[in-house]
């Protein structure tokens, strides 16, 4: 008899499991103003001092920087694990209080901001922050904490010396991965004798953060 061998076909079943795969990177250490509430980044931030009247004498007005509807948001996603430190400055060492006549200093320290100074253009006047005073806490990181950051102290600038202030300064300790709101800080300007009253007076300032 004959034998009659017939080929069968290999079946090779594919993989029924797909691997997936995906990256995620950290983020960049960055600094906002925000509603303290919502997170939503602030379109125009400002401090609006109360309205000072004029004086034929040195004085000093008060103001606050870091409301429930301005606060300064710091967000750091893994992007720094040795610290950081948040801080304020004009937008340049020579900014003024700038108006359509007299413009005056934030960081003439002669007669402790109550005089006229080096310079020509203006008269003195100088600004001081306290951080100390704020109020630190955490933001939408429900397992972030505010131990190992530490608020600045009460300082005033001087031009050429002190052209930025600490606001807040984060330990290598501190959280690599977190956010924080800081409301509550103390602004203080002083106001030269006989400054002419306008209402249209004017400074920019600059809120910045760098790692450690």
């Excluded at 610290?83 to 060492?93: F, H, K, L, N």
């Excluded at 413009?103 to 003439?108: H, T």
């Excluded at 031009?159 to 956010?179: F, H, K, M, P, Q």
């Amino acid at each position: 008899f004959a034998l009659c061998l017939l080929a069968m076909p290999l079946r090779v079943n594919a993989a029924n499991t797909s691997n997936f795969q995906q990256t995620i990177n950290g983020g960049s250490l960055s600094i906002d103003i925000v509603n303290a509430t919502t997170y939503v980044p602030v379109g125009s931030p400002g401090v609006v001092f109360p309205a000072a009247t004029f004086s034929f004498t040195c004085q000093t007005n008060t103001a606050t920087l870091g409301t429930a509807t301005e606060a300064i948001y710091i967000k750091n996603p893994d992007a720094s694990d040795t610290g950081w430190v948040a801080s304020i400055a004009g937008s340049s060492p020579t900014a003024i209080w700038d108006r359509a006549g007299v413009d005056y200093d934030f960081n003439d320290s002669s007669g402790s901001g109550c005089t006229d100074g080096a310079d020509a253009d203006s008269l003195g006047g100088q600004m001081t922050i306290d951080a100390s005073v704020g109020t630190l806490a955490i933001g939408a990181c429900a397992s972030c904490a505010t131990t190992n950051i530490t608020k600045g102290s009460s300082t005033a600038f001087v031009e050429g010396t002190t052209n930025s202030i600490t606001l807040l300064n984060a330990a290598a300790a501190s959280s690599d991965i977190g956010d924080w709101k800081f409301t509550g800080v103390s602004v203080s300007q002083k106001i030269p004798a006989e400054q002419p009253a306008a209402s249209d007076y004017d400074i920019n300032m600059v809120v910045s953060i760098v790692a450690q």
